[in-house]
């Protein structure tokens, strides 16, 4: 049994969310001593609750800093090609508890206005706590943002469109299209073919035939809800965008799987 067919029998028997739980439980034993010296050398950095950490990434306080830099720097680096940063709005859209977003200020110098918006209500009540100068807004499941109209000029959203409903797909890029100006630009990321190797053989099919690959059976945003992008459907997703660049890494034995990258221009 593969371990896709495995996900799928647990989400069957309504157990996901249980060895979830018993996964983040695992995680955070393994990682406290390491955690622990994290928060000793860097008593000035605020740390996201545990779950929150994990819900969105993983519990590991020196990869979430470290590479939530990273990840930050890579972002600016591919819009910088289309954008000139001075001044722009941008939104961090599931922005979770600040990973990547609350490293742009520096990465993208004081001129920017940043914004952050996510469905996980303690995460934005934790970053409006601890991440100063940047806006953050609590949004709905469904598709609705409290911006007008073409207000950001770049949007950017990293493992967002991997826990949708196809529904929910069209709902969103519609939306954040609306809210980003003509010629801005929208950056995101999906599960492409790389992830093939995680798929049953009719999930597979299914993918081959262009069709998006749903797990669901668990609450739709949840880390353990998951979907799979075969560029036939993404291209039909974006048809209304002009499509920038499409980065589609390989899947590389013994290292993690990598997502597609969809640079996009309203």
């Known amino acids: 049994m593969n371990k896709g067919t ?23 034993w393994n990682n406290r001593h390491s955690n622990r010296n994290f928060l000793r050398e860097h008593p000035g950095v605020a740390i996201p609750p545990d779950y929150l950490l994990y819900e969105s990434y993983r519990l590991d306080y020196s990869k979430y800093f470290s590479q939530g830099k990273e990840t930050a720097q890579w972002i600016a680096a591919h819009l910088e090609k289309y954008i000139d940063f001075d001044g722009k709005k941008i939104l961090d859209w599931g922005c979770g508890p600040g990973r990547v977003l609350r490293h ?3 990465v993208l110098g004081p001129s920017c206005v940043l914004h952050g918006t996510d469905y996980n209500q303690r995460s934005i009540e934790w970053c409006r706590t601890n991440l100063p ?3 953050f807004n609590h949004n709905a499941l469904e598709a ?22 196809e529904p ?14 003509p010629g801005g630009v929208l950056f995101l990321t999906a599960q492409g073919d790389a992830f093939k190797i995680k798929m049953t053989s009719s999930e597979l099919e299914a993918y081959q035939r262009g069709e998006l690959v749903v797990r669901g059976k668990v609450k ?6 998951s979907a799979f ?8 997703l974006f048809e209304k965008t002009q499509v920038l660049e499409h980065i589609a890494p390989p899947a590389e034995k013994g290292k993690g799987l990598a997502q597609d990258v969809w640079v996009l221009k309203k």
């Open 6 to 28: 495995l996900s799928n029998a647990l989400r069957a028997l309504r157990l996901i969310y249980w060895t979830d739980w018993l996964r983040y439980v695992l995680e955070k």
């Open 104 to 106: 742009l200020p520096e």
């Open 144 to 165: 609705n943002l409290p911006y007008p109209d073409g207000f950001f000029d770049a949007i950017y959203g990293i493992s967002i469109i991997t826990h949708l409903s």
């Open 220 to 225: 739709e945003g949840h880390r353990t809800y």
């Open 168 to 181: 929910m797909h069209y709902a969103w890029v519609a939306e954040l299209l609306r809210v980003l100006s």
């Open 133 to 135: 100068g940047i806006s």
């Open 229 to 236: 992008h075969p560029r036939p459907f993404m291209e039909k």
